[in-house]
């Protein structure tokens, strides 16, 4: 009985897309018919517009036998350019282009029978006239049929779907910006009748623009006639639509909606879009990547092909904010292989499971393993021998390695410089290491550990054949432990909000943008480089907290209070990247900086390593600080004033005139 059943089922299962094949059929032939019809209609009409209406009997026969040949030509070109195989529901511009495309090109034999073919054959010869009006009759009429068929579609879409949702259950909303991303969000909130918005009208800051209509909806100013507009119209959500916006802009508009007050949504950005996360008509609420407004990063995808494609590459940190946008982006590129090293099982779990949804062709080889365990990590180079390996394994929390030196160097100094070896002894072709903007002119541990690892990369690059690059950038909007997550969270319980210092500004970039940057420098290097991302203007801590604070619609030190705690261990007011010295210099990329800064021989570094190694050990906290501040002339790190015996042995190696004490 169970087998009948299922027999049954896959008949089922069958006869569904027979059906939808037959009524697809009976769709194209009666599209066919109608066509054939229109440009039937359309010769005849050219005739009749010709000898205006009085048409001669000779003209009649001369008509009949044309008219056959005449549409089979027309009817050819609309097929040749593909206009039959466009779903007419999303046409364009590109798609109407092939009509205009197939009426030229119809009309080229047509006159050129007429020109070329001998009296005798008067009847195939087509009056130049009766050829031009129905051309233009012709092909306007096909295309009109679609747009009356795409019209009707739309209509009952909207209808089916305003059913599902009344409209007493709409949200009356203006949108800001009437381009082209108000344009496409507009259009698709109408297209989707389901949607709970009700688009009264645009607001829009080009003087020029107001009074006109996009889509049957009037600009009815600009952004500083929301308050007006909302108030006469009983707005109840602005959307913002802008496909480039500054932060300040933004920051702006999120002023006057709060002032209003009414909410404030925006559509997604084009990133968010391409990478499938969100619809065109997922209007969210304002995030803190919004308001970095920066442009998209352009990339040389030939390069980066060459770079990853068909190449077995190895991220390390793999489970981490950047490591994991990494793995996302070599995975697009189509490696080999990918294998994913990280030591958090869970995080490692998290972006295999991912990746193998999104990418299902791309063979990956998630491992559980500390990247600073050379037992561990020498037979696995060996056994799957990686072409490329990013390295994005790191501390970074700059308090946290104040508190831990010994673990700071262990993990950004030593275990990148065991990959870089294994890299060059397995014939790795490119290495690229994550850096910080923290390394320029360290003042904490975390700091002076990536600035070390710089030079140690700088060292391999002398000793092996593999292409050793690092790239240096800021804080990454997003990441695990950086401040926009820990705003939130304060924000969610409900405060205080904690700021260190009103005057702290800090460089920030998204999580996507520094990834693809990364890949795109590693691309380019030829050794040995330190490359040093754009990172636009740097934002005041204290404006990002104001900002989430009033996007939650609170208002900051009024009904939320901010702290300010004081700037802890190893921190400062403001990062550098020195990307206007003299010391940089310019790349093909105009996002990406090389920097001209000077090595340490091999010797130096070797010695360097082994004092480290022994300090490290033992864990000598300040021992570590004081032997950072004598090795790296540019560091200034702080020391305990109770450490005399750290501060007596600096002395030995030099450097104790540079030690900074702190309390």
């Not at 194209?28 to 009409?45: E, S």
């Not at 036998?65 to 089979?72: A, E, H, N, R, S």
């Not at 030509?73 to 009509?99: D, N």
């Not at 080009?206 to 929301?226: C, P, Q, R, W, Y």
Request: net charge neutral.
């Amino acid at each position: 009985m169970s087998g009948e059943k299922a027999i049954t089922a896959s008949e089922e299962l069958v006869k569904i897309p027979s059906r939808f094949s037959r009524a697809r059929f009976a769709v194209r032939t009666l599209q066919f018919a109608l066509d054939l019809g229109t440009l039937a209609a359309a010769f005849v009409l050219a005739y009749l517009l010709r000898f205006e209406f009085r048409l001669p009997q000779r003209e009649v026969s001369d008509l009949l036998m044309q008219l056959p040949w005449v549409v089979l030509i027309q009817f050819a070109t609309l097929a040749f350019f593909g206009t039959y195989s466009f779903i007419w529901r999303y046409v364009g511009f590109e798609e109407v282009k092939a009509f205009v495309y197939s009426a030229a090109v119809s009309a080229v034999p047509l006159l050129a029978f007429r020109l070329l073919l001998p009296e005798p054959m008067q009847s195939f010869r087509v009056p130049i006239s009766v050829i031009l009006i129905d051309t233009i009759l012709a092909f306007a009429g096909i295309l009109g049929l679609r747009v009356v068929r795409r019209g009707f579609y739309e209509s009952q879409e909207r209808r089916k779907r305003a059913s599902q949702l009344p409209s007493a259950d709409r949200k009356s909303c203006l949108v800001v910006g009437a381009g082209r991303a108000g344009s496409l969000a507009v259009r698709e909130i109408l297209g989707r009748g389901n949607m709970e918005l009700d688009v009264k009208g645009f607001i829009d800051d080009d003087a020029s623009k107001h009074g006109s209509v996009l889509h049957g909806f009037k600009i009815l100013g600009g952004t500083e006639d929301l308050p007006r507009v909302v108030r006469e119209l009983g707005i109840v959500q602005v959307v913002l639509a802008i496909a480039q916006i500054s932060r300040a802009d933004i920051l702006r508009i999120i002023d006057i909606c709060h002032k209003i007050p009414v909410k404030l949504r925006i559509i997604p950005g084009l990133y968010e879009i391409l990478q499938g996360k969100v619809e065109v008509t997922r209007i969210r609420s304002v995030h803190m990547e919004d308001l970095l407004g920066r442009e998209p990063v352009s990339l040389d995808e030939a390069l980066l092909g060459q770079l990853l494609t068909g190449k077995i590459v190895g991220v390390t940190g793999a489970g981490g904010s950047i490591g994991s946008e990494l793995a996302r982006q070599v995975a697009r590129f189509k490696p080999s292989k990918l294998l994913l090293l990280e030591r958090a099982e869970f995080a490692l779990f998290e972006i295999d499971r991912e990746l193998r949804r999104s990418f299902p062709d791309v063979p990956l080889v998630p491992l559980v393993a500390d990247v600073g365990d050379e037992a561990l990590m020498r037979p696995l180079f060996a056994e799957y021998c990686p072409e490329v390996v990013l390295h994005a394994a790191a501390h970074k929390h700059v308090p946290m390695m104040e508190a831990n030196p010994a673990e700071a160097i262990t993990n950004n100094v030593f275990a990148t410089r065991l990959l870089a070896q294994l890299s060059g002894e397995c014939g790795v072709s490119v290495f690229v290491m994550i850096s910080t903007d923290k390394a320029v002119r360290p003042t904490s541990v975390m700091g002076a550990s990536k600035r070390v690892a710089e030079l140690v990369i700088q060292d391999m690059a002398r000793r092996y054949g593999t292409r050793f690059v690092a790239v240096r950038f800021g804080n990454v909007i997003g990441s695990a432990g950086s401040v926009v997550p820990i705003f939130r969270e304060q924000i969610r319980r409900g405060g205080p909000v904690t700021v260190t210092h009103p005057d702290m500004r800090r460089y920030f970039m998204t999580i996507p943008e520094a990834a693809q940057l990364v890949l795109q420098a590693g691309a380019m290097g030829e050794g040995a480089e330190i490359f040093i991302l754009d990172m636009g203007e740097p934002v005041r801590i204290l404006d990002l907290a104001v900002a989430m604070i009033t996007l939650t619609g609170l208002k900051p030190f009024e009904e939320m209070d901010i702290v300010f705690t004081g700037l802890r261990p190893g921190e400062k007011l403001h990062e550098e990247l020195e990307l206007f010295g003299e010391e940089i210099a310019k790349t093909r990329h105009p996002k990406i900086f090389t920097g001209k800064i000077a090595s340490y021989s091999t010797e130096e570094i070797d010695a360097a390593i082994a004092r480290l190694t022994e300090l490290a050990r033992h864990g000598q906290g300040d021992a570590i600080r004081i032997f950072l501040n004598s090795f790296l002339p540019e560091a200034k790190l702080g020391v305990r004033r109770e450490s005399q015996e750290q501060i007596l042995a600096a002395e030995e190696l030099g450097g104790a005139g540079r030690v900074t004490p702190y309390s």
